[in-house]
Every structure is written in structure tokens, then in C-alpha cells.
């Protein structure tokens, strides 16, 4: 019977088989069970061109290196917009591409801001780095961005595979990023929980599973709840401080604040093919630690950005008072963004005058706040609404205007009796008409005035349209002796 | 997009940031924030950056350090 078995071709297969897996395991279909692992992973988020701390975090992770094999550095996006110093840089963003590369990133997710200069510059940009990048539900038709991949694959010395997909934010209403819908053209974005759900596979034949997202906390805690297969989401976009990390149904859930005041720092411990334990907390950069020599000198010469004391424009005389600034300033935003109309308050005027020869650094000492530009579909009613809050927060003369003029009049008592509009040709503005009106973000959460439209941030600065209109060379003998916001103290009214 | 401040529905343009929806929640309370003198935090306890970016139906509270 035992010979029998034996000399049967299929069961000597089978046996053959056998002997090869168990004498090569190399060349079995299931790899070898990893050897043990610790896995250290730094991490920043929405570092937002705030370049200052990099110093302190590569001597950080330099030290870790030393101790540790198994140490890697994640970024979960949104490197630029924030930091006129950076965001100005020729070409833009260069000092983080630099440092990113020196302190050997090993991926980054993309965030919304990651867009902010076009894609063109992404792409160049991408080209340059030593590090990829990873975002699972942006599709990339054709040659639209090569460097872009939805997970990588990270594997230790020890043979653990360590699998990383990336997921970015994208808006409710327009199902794109919060950056400027231009700015993304040729790209595809799906939800990022749904494209989430596709990612499971990559369980199978990696030890260790990470979500690296551009999502935001709360959804990233979502993430959490509905993918438990996860080991940890390294997360941004919410600039939520998060230490030490969550567990949330077995999931750590790691952020790092923003603009490089803290780095962020988690450990695996993988045995026998799996993560057998984990934590993160945050390391304050605001403190005394020791810095890389090397990094900050490179620091020390990106803040010397040549770029600022460039003349970026010339006028034929000094562009003085908050009627011509003022003009200035929302002709800026309107021609810039394609509005009707837009409005500047004179408190975010913060320069009396603009010299002949003007640059950069006078723009952002004009104009320091970083205030977006938002757009709202206003009525004349809803525009008068805003006039009258405005001048009721001083009783004076607060919004300067761009595409009309107006005329308060008060009576004796500064109470307001009307406001007349007119378009540039002095005719009255159309009563039945909606216009995009453009007024910045400031204005449009600290002002009172009723708007049905909930309006749209530009994901645009105020300055970055002053910086725009007058690179493109607009004449600027035009801003003496301007004015289009009046104040008219009527008599008492006669009438009974 | 609609954002919960200390209870309180707040409806806020979208691409607002933390410091748009406290500045229209209450002046007083931004300007405590502003000056270091309170802080906020999400609906998890967690501490916010001012320039934190927004998605509707978030919660917000402001408190003491």
C-alpha cells in the first residue's frame, strides 16, 4: 500500500514540490516570515514654506539614523503658500525642494497647496526630488504627471515590506483640491474614503500597512473606523496637533500641527510578520535642540531671497494715500481674478505709499496679512449691505472699490440715508444683476452684511494679485489723484 | 460650508480657514485667540493652528489654556 502511494506520479509531484519549497523557501510563492523590526518614522505636515525648524529636524533624524535602521521621514503634504520668503522664490519652492531632498524625505503626499504654483512647476519639481510621491485618488491621464503613484512599497533591511498609499482632501462642492481650479487642469480627483476602500489589497504580502493623507483629522479618523487593516494614518491638511497619536479601532492616527513647529514621530515594533506594537507624539521644535550645521546655513541663504529688493515694477511718481493704494489694490483683484467688482478695507492698507521703483518687499509690507481673496455673487442691495456695515464699524469711509464708485450720504447725525452706485461711466448700477464682487477673506468673516451666495475663497492672496497685475506692466500714472469711494453729509432733510 | 463654533452654527465660505470662522463666530473670542490667551481645539480635544483649513460640518471650541 505505502509503495503503492508512493510510486503514484501525482503524489511524487506533490512530495517533489514540497522538498523545493522547504529546501529553497526563496523560490516558494508566500516570502519568508521578516525578522523582527523597528521602524522609526519621522513626520511634518502643512509645513507651509516655514523652512526655519528644518535644521532642528535633520539633526533629529540624523541622530535617530545612527541608533536606528530602520528610520524614515514622510511628508504629508502641503509644502508651499504661507511664507512670502519661499512662495517667491525663483523658481517657486526651490528652498523646500532643496531641503527636502538634503534631509532625504523618503515620500511625500500631495497636498491641496502642493498645486499652488501650476502643475507645470509640480511636475518640474517632482522631476528634481530623491524622494516620490504617492496620491491614490488623483488620476493622471496620459503624460499629466509621470511621477506621480497612487502607494510605494518600502522595504526594511530586515525584509519587512512596508506599504504606503496616499489620499488627498478634495472639496464638496466642486470635487477638487482647495487650490485654484486652474491650477489642476488635466487631473482627476475621486473621494478620497471611497479610493481608500481599494487600497485593502495592499494588505496582503506587506507586514505593515500606512496610510500617508491630505484629508484632514476628522476623515482621516473616518479612515480609521473604516479600514482597520491599517497599522497608522500619518495625516495633514487640518494642522491638528495630535499627541501623542490615537488608537482608533486599532489604528494610530498621527498629525503634526504645521509650519515646522513640531515633527512628528512614530514606532512600529514588527514581529513575525506583523505589528505587534506602535505609538507616536510629537517632538516641539520651538525649543533649544541642536542644529545641522549644514541646513542652516542653506536656511540662512534662502531667507536672503534677492528676489524681494527686486523692482518688479515702476511708476512715474510715488503712489501715495488709501484712496490710490486702495484703488490699486482691487483694481489688482479684480483684473486679476476676472471680477466685476472688488473691495479692499483701508485697514489692511498698512503702507501710506508705494515708492517709484516698487518691490517685493514693499508689496508684502503694503499688504502683510495674507488674506485670500474671496468671491461672492452679489446683488446692488447686497453690495449697498456691505457698504453700510463697513462704514458703520467707524462711521467713515472704510471699503476702497474696484468696477464702481459709491457715494455715502449721511445726514448730520452720520446716520446713513443712501448709497448710490455707479458703474466707471457714472450711470447707475443695475438693480437686477448679480456681479462677482471679490473682497478678501478678512473682510469676508469680520464684516457684517447679508449675502445669499456662501462665496468661494481664490485660494489666492490679496498680494499675490497686487504681485500679478503689476508684473503684467499696467500703467500706473493712472492711480494719481484717483478716488471712487465718497462721503456726502447731506443737510437736514427739508421735507417734513 | 456650515462649521460649529463653541455650539454655535456658523456658515462660512468654502476655503475658509480656522481663523475666518472665529473671527465671524465672535470678535471678542478671536481676539483673545489672537493674543496667545485662549487656544482652540477640535471636537476631539486636539489643539488647531489658526491657518488650519476647513471642511464643512467640522466643530470647533475655544478654551482656556
Not at chain 1, 24 to 49: K, L, Q, T, W, Y
Amino acid at each position: 500500500m505505502r509503495n503503492e502511494i508512493l510510486s503514484s506520479p501525482r503524489i511524487r509531484l506533490l512530495l517533489l514540490s514540497l522538498l523545493i519549497v522547504f529546501a529553497f523557501p526563496s523560490c516558494a510563492s508566500m516570502p519568508p516570515a521578516p525578522a523582527e523590526a523597528r521602524i522609526v518614522i519621522f513626520h511634518s505636515n502643512d509645513v507651509h514654506g516655514k523652512i526655519d525648524n528644518f535644521a532642528k529636524v535633520a539633526a533629529i533624524i540624523e541622530r535617530e539614523r545612527k541608533n536606528c535602521e530602520n528610520v524614515y521621514y514622510f511628508c504629508a503634504g502641503d509644502n508651499f503658500t504661507g511664507n512670502p520668503v519661499i512662495d517667491q522664490y525663483d523658481p517657486p519652492g526651490e528652498p523646500v525642494l532643496e531641503l527636502l531632498n538634503r534631509l532625504r524625505l523618503d515620500l511625500l503626499c500631495l497636498g491641496n497647496h502642493e498645486f499652488d504654483f501650476g502643475l507645470d512647476n509640480l511636475k518640474k519639481f517632482a522631476a528634481r526630488t530623491r524622494f516620490p510621491f504617492v496620491c491614490a485618488n488623483i488620476q493622471a491621464g496620459g503624460d499629466a504627471f509621470p511621477q506621480l503613484r497612487p502607494s510605494v512599497v518600502l522595504e526594511t533591511k530586515s525584509g519587512v515590506r512596508i506599504a504606503v498609499f496616499g489620499l488627498i482632501q478634495i472639496e464638496a462642492g466642486n470635487g477638487l483640491p482647495s487650490t485654484h481650479p486652474d491650477k489642476v487642469k488635466g487631473l482627476l480627483f475621486s473621494e478620497p474614503l471611497a479610493k481608500a476602500w481599494e487600497m485593502k489589497k495592499l494588505r496582503a504580502g506587506n507586514q505593515v500597512l500606512l496610510a500617508l493623507t491630505h484629508i484632514g483629522y476628522d476623515a482621516d479618523l473616518l479612515l480609521a473606523q473604516q479600514m482597520p487593516e491599517l497599522d497608522a494614518i500619518i495625516g495633514g491638511h487640518s494642522h491638528t496637533r495630535v499627541d501623542p497619536a490615537e488608537n482608533v479601532n486599532g489604528v494610530l492616527v498621527a498629525q503634526a500641527g504645521s509650519d515646522n513647529r513640531f515633527l512628528g514621530r512614530v514606532e512600529l515594533l514588527v514581529k513575525n510578520g506583523r505589528v505587534v506594537a506602535k505609538k507616536g507624539g510629537l517632538i516641539d521644535l520651538g525649543g533649544p535642540l541642536s542644529e545641522d550645521a549644514e541646513i542652516k546655513a542653506m536656511i540662512v541663504r534662502f531667507n536672503q531671497n534677492p528676489a524681494f529688493d527686486k523692482v518688479i515694477a515702476k511708476a512715474p511718481l510715488e503712489i501715495t494715500g488709501k484712496d490710490a493704494l486702495g484703488s490699486l489694490m482691487t483694481d489688482a483683484m479684480r483684473q486679476v481674478h476676472g471680477l466685476d467688482i472688488a473691495f479692499q478695507n483701508e485697514g489692511g492698507i498698512r503702507l501710506n505709499r508705494l515708492p517709484e521703483k516698487i518691490t517685493l518687499k514693499d508689496i508684502y509690507t503694503l499688504d502683510p496679512f495674507g488674506n485670500q481673496v474671496v468671491q461672492f455673487a452679489m446683488t446692488a442691495a447686497e453690495i449697498r449691505g456691505l457698504i453700510r456695515g463697513s462704514f458703520a464699524k467707524g462711521n467713515e469711509i472704510d471699503l476702497q472699490v474696484s468696477g464702481i464708485s459709491y457715494v455715502v450720504r449721511s445726514d448730520s447725525a452720520q446716520q446713513i440715508k443712501e448709497i448710490l452706485l455707479r458703474n466707471p461711466d457714472g450711470t447707475p448700477l443695475a438693480e437686477d444683476k448679480k456681479f462677482q464682487v471679490g473682497i478678501s477673506s478678512y473682510v469676508a468673516s469680520a464684516y457684517n452684511f447679508a449675502h445669499a451666495d456662501p462665496g468661494r475663497s481664490l485660494q489666492s492672496t490679496t498680494a499675490d494679485a497686487l504681485i500679478r497685475y503689476l508684473q503684467s506692466g499696467v500703467d500706473l500714472s493712472i492711480y494719481r489723484d484717483v478716488q471712487r469711494a465718497f462721503w456726502e453729509k447731506t443737510a437736514e432733510d427739508p421735507r417734513p | 460650508m456650515q462649521i460649529k463654533v463653541n455650539g454655535q452654527a456658523i456658515e462660512i465660505f468654502s476655503g475658509a480657514k480656522v481663523r475666518d470662522v472665529l473671527r465671524k463666530y465672535s470678535r471678542a473670542e478671536w481676539k483673545l485667540v489672537q493674543k496667545n490667551e485662549k487656544k482652540v481645539c477640535d471636537r476631539h480635544g486636539h489643539e488647531v493652528a489658526l491657518d488650519g483649513e476647513l471642511n464643512g460640518g467640522e466643530e470647533f471650541f475655544i478654551k482656556e489654556w
